[in-house]
């Protein structure tokens, strides 16, 4: 079972994207949440991306995005409690089994896996209203 979807990141579609994916379970919400959050963060609103959601063959499910900036690489920080922002990368590195960079020449993925169901897998999600979503199910697992 796989999901993909490519849209721009964008703070409004952010709780799109989690409501799309509310059959994934909570933990896959989060990490989604949290990787569109950094590419609108600091890449840019607007920025194009691509999020997997794929069912690995050993087990975990693995969430991830791809945006068009090798460059601007993600960086856990250890946020205080004064600090406004900078705890994404630490909520992730907490719910993932384990989490890295793939980069690429023109793009990088920013990838994790956890542990859980998908719910319904294989059905196809359902459009959303004003956000530009292709959706592609299949069930040939991928890493």
């Known amino acids: 079972m796989s999901l993909e979807l490519r849209l721009l990141a964008t703070s ?3 709780p799109e ?4 994916l509310r059959h994934h ?4 919400q989060l990490c989604v949440t949290e990787l569109l959050t950094n590419v609108v963060d ?3 609103e607007g920025t194009p991306v691509t999020v997997r959601v794929v069912r690995t063959p050993y087990g975990p499910i693995r969430v991830e995005v791809t945006d068009p900036n090798p460059r601007a690489l993600p960086v ?3 946020a205080s409690l004064a600090d406004e922002s900078g705890r994404g990368l630490a909520v992730l590195d907490s719910l993932a089994l384990r989490w890295g960079v793939e980069p690429g020449t023109d793009h990088k993925t920013v990838w994790c896996e956890v542990a859980g169901e998908t ?4 059905h196809a999600a359902p459009a959303l209203p004003g956000l530009p979503v292709a959706v592609t199910p299949s069930r040939s697992p991928s890493p």
Request: hydrophobic share 50%; glycine share 20%; proline share 0%.
């Open 42 to 44: 600091h890449v840019g």
């Open 25 to 28: 379970g909570f933990d896959v």
């Open 119 to 122: 719910g319904q897998a294989g």
């Open 17 to 20: 994207v989690r409501r799309l």
């Open 12 to 14: 409004e579609a952010v």
């Open 76 to 78: 856990l920080l250890r």
